[in-house]
C-alpha cells in the first residue's frame, strides 16, 4: 500500500516490518552514541586540561543539556507541523557528526565549549522527529519494549566509543580521541540515509497509508497526567550530576588514571543498556509505578560517584547508568502514550524542555557546591530526592 506524498505523487512503501525498523534504527543510533558518547566520555576531563574550573564544566555540559531539550520545544512542533521528520533527523545526526570530531583541533576552552553545546544542538534537531517515527513502529511491539529496545542499542554504541576513546587516549592524548570518531560518524551518516530509502513513510506503521496524512490534522491537549509527570522528572533531574562532573572529579582527584575515565563510562553506558531493557519490560507491565526507583537511585549517586576509593566510584557509575536508562527509555514510552498522536512532537519537545531546564540547573548547583563542599552537594541531592518522591505519590495513585 502507498500513500499520496507531498504535492499528489504517490510515496514509496516501507521495505521493513515495524520491529526490523526500531532495530534498523537501533543500529543508525548505536553509531551515534559511539561518536558523541564517545566525546562525552572526556569532555570533562579534556576542559580541565584547557584550564576550565568545574564550576564552568558543570555550565558548560549542563548548558548543552538545556540546549539539547529546551529546543525541542521548537523542533518538536516543527515535526508535528511539517511532517519532515526525515530531513530532521538527518540534519540532527549530521550536525552531532560534525562537532565531535572538531573537537580534536580546538585549542582554547572558548571553541571547545562552543562544539559541545553546537554538538547537543544536534541532538535537539533529530530527536523528536526520530522518536515519532519510532513512536509509529512501536504500536504492534509495545511500547516500552520498542523503545526498551531502541534505548539498548544505543546504549551499546556508548558502551563501545568510549572504550575506543579511552584506548586513544592511552596512546596519543584526548585529542586523537576525539579524531578516532569521525569513522564511525561517517557510517552512521550512511546507515541512517539507507533507512530513510527503506522506510520512507514511518506513519503508515501506525496510521495505514490511506490514514497516515489525515492523522496529521488532529490536535489535542496535553493532560494533567502529563504535567505531573513532567514535574516530577524534572525534580529528579535536579539532582543528578551530569557525567562530566563526575569525570572531573576523578581527573581532579587523580582518583583514577585519564584513560581508565572514559571505561568508567564506559560500564555506565552498558548499565543503561540493562536498566532501559528491564524499565522497558516494567513500563508495559506496571507503567509509570517503575519510576519509583529513581530518586533512591539519584540519591546514593554522589555518595560513591564524588569517593576517592575506585571501587566506590565504579559502583556509582553504575547506578548513575541505570538511573539514566530507566529515564531514556521510559520517558519517551510514557510520553508517547500521554499525549495525542498528532502532537508527540511537541509532547517529547516540552517535556524535555523542563527535563533539560532542570537539568541545567541541577548540574551547575551542584558543580558549585563540589567545588566548595562535596558534602554540600551530597546534601543538596539527596533533599532533592527525596521531594521529587514525594512528588510521585499523585502519580503511583493514579
Do not use: C
Not at 128 to 141: E, K
Amino acid at each position: 500500500m502507498t500513500a499520496p506524498a507531498r504535492g499528489g505523487r504517490e510515496a514509496r512503501p516501507n521495505r521493513l516490518t515495524p520491529y526490523r525498523f526500531v532495530l534498523a534504527f537501533g543500529v543508525v543510533s548505536m553509531l551515534g552514541d559511539f561518536v558523541y558518547e564517545g566525546g562525552r566520555s572526556i569532555v570533562g576531563p579534556y576542559l580541565a586540561t584547557l584550564g576550565a574550573s568545574a564550576t564552568l564544566v558543570g555550565l558548560v555540559t549542563g548548558a548543552g543539556e538545556a540546549v539539547a531539550l529546551v529546543l525541542r520545544l521548537w523542533t518538536g512542533p516543527a515535526s508535528d507541523r511539517t511532517g519532515r521528520h526525515w530531513a530532521l533527523a538527518i540534519w540532527g545526526y549530521a550536525i552531532t557528526m560534525v562537532s565531535v570530531p572538531f573537537m580534536a583541533v580546538a585549542q582554547t576552552v572558548a571553541p571547545a565549549s562552543i562544539l559541545v553545546i553546537t554538538e547537543r544542538f544536534g541532538k535537539a534537531v533529530r530527536s523528536p522527529a526520530r522518536d515519532t517515527m519510532l513512536a509509529h513502529a512501536s504500536v504492534d511491539i509495545g511500547r516500552g519494549r520498542a523503545f526498551a529496545i531502541h534505548e539498548a542499542m544505543d546504549q551499546s554504541g556508548a558502551l563501545v566509543g568510549p572504550l575506543l576513546v579511552a584506548a586513544m587516549v592511552a596512546v596519543s592524548g584526548y585529542r586523537l580521541g576525539f579524531a578516532v570518531l569521525a569513522v564511525p560518524g561517517l557510517l552512521a551518516m550512511a546507515a541512517v540515509l539507507r533507512l530513510r530509502a527503506a522506510v520512507p513513510q514511518p506513519a503508515a506503521y501506525e496510521h495505514g497509508a490511506g490514514a497516515a496524512a489525515k492523522a496529521m490534522s488532529v490536535g489535542g491537549r496535553f493532560p494533567a497526567r502529563f504535567w505531573l509527570y513532567s514535574a516530577f522528572t524534572a525534580l529528579t533531574m535536579t539532582g543528578f550530576a551530569t557525567f562530566a562532573v563526575l569525570a572531573y572529579h576523578l581527573q581532579a582527584r587523580h582518583v583514577i588514571s585519564a584513560p581508565w575515565i572514559p571505561v568508567t563510562y564506559a560500564a555506565a553506558m552498558g548499565a543503561a543498556a540493562l536498566g532501559a531493557l528491564g524499565a522497558g519490560i516494567a513500563y508495559d507491565r506496571i507503567g509509570l509505578r517503575g519510576m519509583a526507583v529513581l530518586p533512591p537511585l539519584a540519591a546514593v549517586v554522589p555518595f560513591l560517584s564524588f569517593s576517592t576509593t575506585p571501587v566506590l566510584v565504579w559502583i556509582g557509575a553504575l547506578i548513575w547508568g541505570v538511573a539514566m536508562g530507566v529515564h531514556e527509555s521510559t520517558m519517551r514510552a510514557a510520553v508517547t502514550d500521554l499525549v495525542p498522536a498528532s502532537r508527540r512532537g511537541a509532547g517529547y519537545g516540552t517535556f524535555t524542555a523542563v527535563y533539560g531546564l532542570a537539568w541545567l540547573a541541577g548540574a551547575a548547583v551542584i558543580a558549585a557546591l563540589y567545588s566548595s563542599s562535596v558534602g554540600a552537594a551530597e546534601t543538596f541531592v539527596v533533599a532533592v530526592q527525596a521531594v521529587a518522591l514525594a512528588a510521585f505519590v499523585p502519580l503511583w495513585r493514579r
